[in-house]
């Protein structure tokens, strides 16, 4: 049996317009209610308020698609008892119907305004079967629960995740009885509860799909490359470098796995011999892991990797496939708050362009900033960068929360930019309302940047991805992108100037699309993965034509989600949060997956305490094997081992 290791799952949500979810089990008005019979409530058959702490993001959602609190909660309240939780009252309450065994995934989130700050998210069990639970959260898993996060800890009755700006808890499972959730989130501007119950009934947005998806046909080979038992361990991304493959990934204290001390793992793959190498660097940003603030991308002898976050943004560059990084541009943004969500890419000529989101007093900006080799080798290579002053894309006045950045340069020099972002706010009921816009920048080669509104929807994204084949002024752009109807297709055959209606794929739980374009023997050829929320959790699936013009696409999976009971307590085995990074070998696609066990036999009544990031001596976690820590990739790598809770491998598709 497998570690507890706490993981974060999806999702990067603060609402959307989409309501859902059972009836209310009550007769009463259910917010800021006292906990008690004979409390005073709202009138019957009322709609509920907004909560005196609305400013205080509670949303809790299925997929893309965020929950309606119920106007009549009173009954829900009065069944549990708020002082063993620690609790005076109750702002949200909802009530959810499932029919019995079937796997269901709900996810709770907050955010800090300027997505920066200290934030809380936390689940408490109130009520099993209409009795008081035994125990602290150890009895959700007896309950068939399956609560999970980046880095949680304990705390008396309450499982608790923290965020620097943004903090996510996901649950899921299945039911054969009622069970009550007390839900609580914290940030600045104060603390917000809900109680949310399931019971027993008929399908609701929650429940999972469980239609059966064959596997993918296009998988030529599977390598496993690491694994880690540690709770830190997440948010791979991968880069080429001649047959070198590259993966950084967000890791922990693999000695003591509940340590809050975090690092930046760097996996290198020769792909000719198989051989696995590494090294890896203290990481001192206090987020946990819910920002996939570091990027790679790699061309020949060259390897830049990018790193945003708290202080200013990074570059570091090898120019020997990651033996060593010789040039470091700490490049000063002027950021009041922290630079997120950075992303990098590098040109055929090797020009290099990074992208990332700066926030300051009232403005979120895009930014771009672009480097050129400025030194050569005796071979032709890069052995130096120059650097531009960062150049705005987009700017806004408005408290938003930004997607991750799809970058990708055409074969003659042009560059497309996908980015988007969400706007939230409580709406007079008190739901949360999420508006998302995604868009596109184009620069033609040798022009000026062409800014596209693509999308607005009702939905909460956070990857758009673009893929390009063509130069110039027939430039064809792919942009994938979601909304609550699934991921979304769209491709303009004239560098962005217009765009075809959208193909749909997946459902409202699918996330994280992936765009693969190349052109093959006069033929398109494209691969669309994305993240899909089906069977017992996250998998990951591809949509592949071997000509788009033709249309004619397959669909299968590359992963399968999996939930068994284990001498009396729940494994899930799915894909991490955000768990797979992808990028083109030629014809190939070669894809970086990061699979993950949960076992909830390990959460115990033991609390694990928080520990001030940093406090760790570097050595003694990477000591021998694992590897020391250096800053290139020459140190052997431990044994991958199958029974750790995070699993690393490389897949190629044909």
């Known amino acids: 049996m497998r570690l507890f290791v706490p993981s974060i799952f999806l999702c990067l949500l603060l609402g959307c317009g989409g309501g859902g979810g059972g009836s209310s089990g009550g007769s009463d008005g259910g917010i800021n209610i006292q906990g008690g019979p004979g409390t005073p409530v709202n009138g019957p058959n009322l709609p509920p ?35 063993r939780l620690g609790l005076s009252s109750v702002d949200d309450v909802y009530d959810l119907t499932t029919p019995t065994d079937e796997p269901l995934a709900l996810h709770v989130t907050t955010r800090e305004a300027n997505n920066d700050g200290n934030v809380e998210v936390a689940v408490a069990h109130a009520l099993a079967a209409g009795s008081t639970p035994v125990g602290n959260v150890g009895s959700l898993g007896a309950a068939g629960l399956v609560p999970s996060t980046m880095g949680s800890f304990t705390a008396g009755l309450w499982l608790l995740s923290t965020g620097d700006g943004f903090a996510r808890l996901t649950l899921q499972g299945s039911i054969d009885a009622r069970q009550t959730l007390a839900l609580r989130v914290t940030t600045a501007a104060g603390t917000r509860v809900a109680l949310l119950r ?12 469980r239609s059966p998806v064959p596997s993918h046909p296009g998988q030529i080979s599977s390598q496993e490359v690491y694994s880690s038992p540690s709770s830190r361990f997440g948010l791979p991304v991968l880069a080429l470098s001649g047959d070198r493959a590259t993966v950084l990934s967000y890791e922990g204290d693999r000695v003591d796995a509940t340590s809050t001390d975090r690092y930046e ?7 000719s011999t198989l051989a696995i190498t590494g090294g890896g660097v203290q990481e001192n940003n206090p987020d946990p892991g819910n920002w996939r603030d570091h990027e790679l991308a790699g061309l020949f002898n060259v390897l830049a990797r990018a790193h945003a976050g708290s202080g200013a943004l990074t570059v570091d560059l090898s120019f020997d496939r990651g033996a060593s990084f010789t040039q470091t541009e700490a490049v000063p943004t002027g950021a009041v708050f922290p630079n997120r969500l950075v992303q990098v890419a590098i040109a055929a000529d090797y020009s290099l362009a990074v992208a990332f989101w700066r926030r300051t007093v009232g403005q979120a900006e895009l930014l771009l900033l672009e480097g050129q080799p400025s030194a050569f080798d005796a071979n032709g290579s890069p052995s130096a960068y120059s650097f531009s002053p960062p150049v705005a894309v987009y700017a806004s006045g408005e408290d938003l929360t930004p997607n991750i950045i799809g970058v990708a340069w055409s074969a003659g020099g042009d560059l497309v930019i996908g980015y988007g972002f969400s706007l939230g706010a409580p709406d007079a009921s008190g739901n949360w309302v999420t508006t998302t816009e ?13 800014d596209q509104l693509v999308s607005i929807d009702q939905a909460v994204t956070f ?15 792919f942009y994938a992108y979601e909304t609550e109807l699934g991921i979304q297709l769209r491709v303009s055959n004239d560098h962005g100037q217009t765009w075809t209606s959208p ?26 993965l994305y993240i899909h929320f089906r069977n017992a959790g996250a998998e990951l699936h591809v949509v592949h034509w071997d000509d788009f013009v033709s249309r004619t696409h397959t669909t299968g999976r590359l992963t399968t989600s999996t939930m068994t009971d284990v001498g009396g307590s729940t494994e899930l085995v799915q894909l991490g949060w955000l768990g797979y990074d992808a990028v083109l070998d030629g014809d190939d696609v070669l894809v970086c997956i990061h699979e993950q066990t949960i076992d909830t036999g390990a959460l115990v009544s033991t609390p694990v305490v928080a520990q001030a990031i940093g406090t760790n001596d570097p050595p003694e976690i990477f000591g021998a094997a694992p590897p020391p820590l250096a800053p290139g990739l020459t140190q052997p790598v431990a044994a991958f081992d199958a029974s750790h809770a995070h699993r690393l491998r490389l897949v190629r598709l044909d």
Request: aromatic share 0%.
């Open 49 to 83: 308020p907004p909560a005196a702490n609305a400013d205080v993001p509670l949303i809790v959602s299925a997929g893309l698609q965020t929950l309606t609190r119920v106007a009549n909660g009173a009954a829900i309240v009065g069944q549990v008892d708020l002082a």
């Open 198 to 209: 399931l019971r027993p009934g008929q399908n609701s947005p929650i429940n999972l799909d």
């Open 265 to 271: 793992m760097r996996v290198q793959v020769d792909l």
């Open 438 to 450: 995604s868009r596109c920048a184009v620069r033609i080669a040798g022009q000026t940047m062409a």
């Open 463 to 477: 990857d758009p991805s673009v893929g390009v084949v063509g130069i110039g002024q027939n430039l064809g752009i």
């Open 503 to 528: 193909l749909s794929f997946g459902d409202a739980s699918s996330h994280q699309p992936s765009v693969m374009v190349r052109e093959q023997a006069g033929a398109t050829r494209v691969d669309l």
